[in-house]
């Protein structure tokens, strides 16, 4: 097994006490004298045991603190050296700060009890005040520096988890940033997916039936409706556009949406579709249309929206029925068209619609689904509905 390498600085401190210990034991300066051992040379012994265990104070503390705790004993036997004493007291607190947090929670009580234990030995040993003096000092030596190195590891281990918490605090707030940055920019796509595909079909649509039919009045009828198409869709992008630039908050908000515009929508959708052979419809079974939050009209809104641009591009000829009915708890939304060959020209789709009426529905906790059902009289179409929770009203709850 092989011993960690001691840490460069403990390395300078063993060397520096060591030099300083042979300083004072050329002069002939002693703790105390009259000891067993009195040879001058005895005292040499522990400094060298001690300077050893400063060297490994960082890397093994334990054993640092075990060997210098014996070594410290052997000093008393000797003329004893101050620097060994003081070593002592530097190993006492490099076992507390570096060692496990048993040893520092242990370590502190240990050297109470042996400064307490030696000062009621003494005192019935010699039965004077020097006793105190000498409990005063082992106190010093031992139980001392290891609350110093209790109060340093606990202010180093309170800073760390700081430390901690701030860099989790800074990962969550980044997290939180990218999240945001995700549900504004899948926000972003819904809105101008919803305000300007409307448009674009039916310019990809009448623009592939002024192309395909040789007809003058045809063509006109087209154009006309591509150019009134284009115009709207101009007016919602530079809407949108003038929305994200300006962030200064001088600017209006336009108004949401809501689902009084549904007329406004059908009556387009019947202008663009007429010609493919779609017939619009709509049912509206809710006894009172206000009473709803902003957040669900925008959604119904936008789902009615979406879903007639769809049966735009891909229904076949038929009714397109467009139903709103209101329950005390939730307002659905349901869309139905014509499922199967369209003869005349269609508008490619991406499926980006779909997954975000999905998102508009999912935002609200509500329940979305969309695809081809069959009807009582056997025949096939495309149904989109979603419920939307709305909470009851206050004339509802009373």
């Not at 040893?103 to 009621?120: D, H, N």
């Not at 499922?339 to 269609?346: D, F, I, Q």
């Amino acid at each position: 097994m092989t011993l960690p390498r001691p840490h460069r600085t403990d390395l300078l401190i063993a060397l520096a006490g060591l030099a300083c210990g042979l300083l004072l034991w050329s002069y002939g300066l002693y703790t105390t004298g009259d000891r067993v051992f009195d040879q001058r040379w005895a005292a040499l012994v522990p400094l060298a045991v001690m300077a050893a265990t400063e060297a490994m104070r960082r890397t093994l503390p334990q054993t640092a603190l075990i060997v210098g705790t014996l070594a410290i004993t052997a000093d008393q036997f000797t003329n004893g050296n101050l620097v060994t004493v003081l070593m002592f007291t530097d190993v006492v607190y490099a076992a507390v700060v570096y060692g496990s947090p048993a040893s520092a929670r242990r370590i502190p009580y240990t050297t109470a009890l042996i400064t307490v234990g030696v000062t009621v030995g003494f005192l019935v040993w010699w039965q004077n005040a020097v006793a105190l003096l000498v409990g005063v000092i082992t106190g010093m030596v031992a139980f001392l520096p290891a609350v110093t190195g209790a109060v340093v590891r606990n202010h180093r281990e309170a800073a760390e988890a700081a430390r901690l918490r701030a860099e989790q605090t800074a990962l969550l707030a980044e997290m939180d940033r990218a999240q945001a940055v995700v549900a504004e920019r899948a926000r972003m796509a819904r809105e101008l997916h919803d305000m300007v595909a409307n448009h674009l079909s039916a310019i990809a649509i009448h623009s592939t039936a002024a192309l395909s039919l040789d007809e003058p009045a045809t063509t006109r009828q087209a154009l006309t409706v591509i150019r009134e198409n284009s115009v709207a869709g101009l007016a919602e992008m530079r809407r949108l556009i003038g929305l994200l630039r300006d962030s200064s908050g001088d600017a209006e908000p336009a108004a949401s949406p809501t689902l009084a515009g549904v007329d406004a929508l059908i009556a387009q959708a019947r202008a663009n579709g007429g010609p493919s052979g779609l017939v619009f419809a709509l049912v509206d079974t809710r006894e009172r249309a206000n009473g709803l939050p902003a957040p669900v009209e925008l959604a119904a809104y936008r789902i009615v929206q979406e879903s007639l641009t769809n049966a735009l591009k891909h229904a076949a000829p038929g009714e397109v029925r467009v139903a709103l009915s209101r329950a005390p708890e939730a307002l659905t939304v349901e869309v139905t068209s014509p499922y199967g060959e369209r003869p005349g020209p269609t508008a490619p789709g991406s499926g980006a619609g779909l997954v975000g009426m999905r998102e508009r529905v999912a935002l609200l906790d509500g329940e979305f689904e969309a695809g081809p059902v069959t009807d009582d009289g056997g025949r096939k179409t495309w149904r989109v509905r979603a419920e939307l929770p709305v909470g009851a009203s206050d004339e509802e709850r009373v």
